[in-house]
């Protein structure tokens, strides 16, 4: 029967028509290794990413969850290590909410760390490791779902860059195709 996997991307933000996250959702394949993938859209709303993603946990009861973000300007496709508690942002989300240096829980921890071994599916995939998630959407969802779910499931948050046709800069992009491949060799080794 397989493992069940909830992998999710966002919608477009920021006055982008697209968003490379969820096209590159979008390409997987329904079952990679020993998981059957179930796709899932996901509003770049504080709050509300997290809410929409716990509705399809909760109907879908997933080994692993992966949510995948865009971060325009990165090279390559990135890991994220820790979730912080803490929202702040240059932008709007697409609700028109902004924070400046505020607790996503004020009584939760400081942070948690993603409970996958990023180091080596960052090694096996030729992707990188990052440190934290930032402080917009991502990290609002990643936060939410560790606080909410520890240890339970295995939870990882993947960025993606933008693709040529948004990037100014060709070198800070990544063709879709590559991103599908590394996101597939992430997924076959979880």
């Not at 920021?14 to 969820?22: D, R, W």
């Not at 929409?52 to 009861?61: N, P």
């Amino acid at each position: 029967m397989g493992k069940k996997l909830l992998i999710t991307g966002f919608e477009p933000f920021n006055n982008e028509e697209i968003n490379s996250s969820f096209l590159a959702v979008e390409q997987l394949d329904d079952k990679i290794g020993d998981y059957n993938l179930t796709k899932l859209l996901v509003p770049v709303v504080y709050g509300k990413a997290f809410d929409t993603v716990y509705r399809k946990v909760e109907e879908l009861k997933p080994d692993a969850i992966l949510c995948v973000g865009q971060a325009g300007g990165r090279k390559n496709v990135s890991l994220e290590k820790i979730a912080i508690n803490y929202r702040s942002s240059a932008i709007y989300d697409n609700e028109g909410n902004k924070y400046q240096g505020v607790k996503i829980d004020e009584n939760g921890c400081d942070g948690f760390f993603v409970n996958l071994d990023i180091e080596r599916l960052a090694k096996i995939s030729n992707s990188e490791v990052s440190l934290t998630a930032g402080s917009f959407v991502c990290n609002d969802l990643l936060y939410m779902l560790l606080n909410h779910y520890g240890s339970t499931i295995k939870i990882g948050f993947i960025h993606v860059p933008f693709l040529p046709e948004q990037a100014k800069e060709k070198n800070i992009s990544m063709e879709l195709e590559e991103m599908v491949k590394k996101l597939t060799l992430i997924i076959e080794n979880l």
